[in-house]
């Protein structure tokens, strides 16, 4: 019997590693962009470009490696009573290599977030039981994108690839004899196998350059979702007082762990004004597909006992109806500053660079989000809490241009700070007899960030 719980518990542990969400679609990726609002699909150049717009790595002006590390804390209530949602952290990074074929320039770049505490999770809920939709149960997993950015003519960059994300899946089986009253006497046979699954979607992205004026950018982030099945069979006899009775269970069950909407991004970078970066996005969010993650669960057990035995087995579970959960498509705007003061040090050349820069430059920078909740009212069986989401984000940034011979391009470290209010929301029931009845829901979060990028 011991085995059976060691194999159950192995199982569950590798299903539900504690780890987070998607963190670059709600929290932003690199201190430069989350302190920016991630209004940046116009104006991202570094490693987070292969998250905000592939196109913009032909941009870099020398080789760029990049880490850092981000930390969100979930402050979410239901009825004036936290609801445990889990905070956010991991490492962040990526590279960026630029080079020049055939006299067209062009660049490959890896970004990646990898939480610290696991690489999947998954919590699946009955659809009755209320729980902040996309944060609490938002898929926790890696993160990876690859791209590839090309500029054919002056004015123009192009971009793609694609990004990842992983999963677990999982099965096991138990087999044997199980002996009800003498259960150290037990005989039984576990099998355990887990492993990730990788899925795969396209992202696209342009800029176009409009000369000292700024940048145009559009992007693409198609549509991906994960989905997490678990199997489990046990087969034996189970030996009670001398009475041996052949038992067969079965159990099948799947969920969506994770379901990112397809997104189309506008956005525009104005930059007129010397070292001044004021950025607008504009983002389609297709949540009108989203998918349900209710599990679906199929279970069936067999006995087949003496004859003359009485048992009865119960009847198989009915399956779950999943009622669609009907969201709807948003639009998020998006609003971000960067202002960069020279501060000490004499003009010098800097690799890459058309103009000379001082030794010591301090960015100052500031953003806004604005969330509209894709949840419809939830006024029927199904609880998926969610609200407006408003943003505010702080971040600073200091350059060391040219500091030593060996380092002919800059050294940054880049920090910042978000803060999300999500103003209470109130859901009343048209039935009277509710599994949850009426509640209310709102609250925050806090997040702090900082990114170390070298650039050669």
């Known amino acids: 019997m011991r085995g059976a719980a060691l194999a159950i518990a192995l199982v569950a542990a590798l299903l539900s590693a504690p780890a987070s969400g998607n963190e670059p679609d709600a929290y932003g990726l690199g201190s430069r962009s989350a302190a920016m609002g991630s209004a ?3 104006d991202a150049k570094d490693f987070s470009a292969s998250y905000y717009n592939p196109a913009g790595l032909v941009g870099a002006t020398g080789v760029e490696l990049s880490i850092g590390y981000v930390h969100v804390s979930n402050d979410l209530e239901i009825d004036d009573r936290s609801t ?4 956010v952290h991991g490492l962040v990074g990526g590279i960026v290599l630029p080079g020049e074929l055939f006299g067209i320039p062009f660049a490959f770049g890896i970004a990646t977030h990898l939480p610290d505490d696991g690489l999947s999770r998954i919590k699946a809920l009955r659809q009755e039981v209320p729980r902040w939709e996309l944060y609490d149960i938002r898929s926790s997993i890696l993160f990876l994108a690859t791209n590839l950015a090309v500029r054919p ?4 960059e192009i971009g793609g690839g ?9 099965r096991f089986a138990i087999s044997g004899r199980a002996n009800i ?13 887990a492993d990730l699954t990788a899925i795969r979607y396209p992202q696209a992205g ?9 940048a145009i950018g559009l992007t693409y982030r198609g549509q991906s979702k994960l989905e997490l099945s678990l199997g489990a069979r046990l087969s034996g006899i189970v030996d009670f007082a001398g009475i041996e009775v052949p038992v067969l269970y079965e159990l099948e069950t799947a969920t969506i762990a994770a379901f990112l909407p397809r997104q189309v991004v506008l956005g525009l970078s104005f930059q007129k004004v010397e070292n001044l970066h004021v950025n607008l996005d504009l983002t389609f969010v297709n949540w009108a597909s989203y998918e349900s993650p209710t599990a679906k669960t199929r279970a069936h057990l067999e006995a087949h006992p003496p004859p003359g035995t009485p048992l009865q087995l119960p009847a198989d579970p009915k399956p779950t109806v999943v009622i669609p959960p009907e969201f709807e498509n948003r639009l998020v705007p998006r609003l971000g500053i960067e202002d960069t003061v020279p501060l000490a040090g004499p003009p010098r050349r800097v690799s890459g660079e058309p103009k000379e820069r001082r030794l010591v430059e301090l960015a ?5 989000v604005y969330e509209r909740s894709p949840v419809p009212p939830q006024t029927g069986i199904t609880n998926f809490v969610d609200a407006d989401r408003h943003t505010f984000s702080l971040g600073t940034g200091v350059a060391l241009n040219a500091p030593i011979a060996e380092l002919p391009g800059s050294l940054h470290l880049d920090v910042h700070a978000q803060y999300s209010q999500l103003p209470e929301r109130v859901t009343l029931k048209t039935n009277p007899a509710d599994f949850a009845g009426d509640y209310h829901a709102g609250g925050s979060m806090f997040g702090l960030g900082a990114t170390l990028s070298a650039l050669f």
Not at 84 to 87: E, F, L, M, T
Not at 153 to 156: D, G, I, K, P
Not at 181 to 193: F, T
Not at 206 to 214: E, K, M, P
């Open 162 to 170: 694609l990004a990842f994300l992983a999963a677990t899946r999982g």
């Open 153 to 156: 003519v002056r004015w123009l």
């Open 206 to 214: 342009i800029r176009v350059l409009i000369g000292d004026l700024g």
């Open 364 to 368: 100052l920078r500031a953003g806004y």
């Open 181 to 193: 009253l003498s259960p150290y006497d037990s005989q039984l046979r576990h099998e355990v196998d």
């Open 40 to 42: 940046v699909s116009a």
């Open 84 to 87: 445990a949602v889990d905070s």
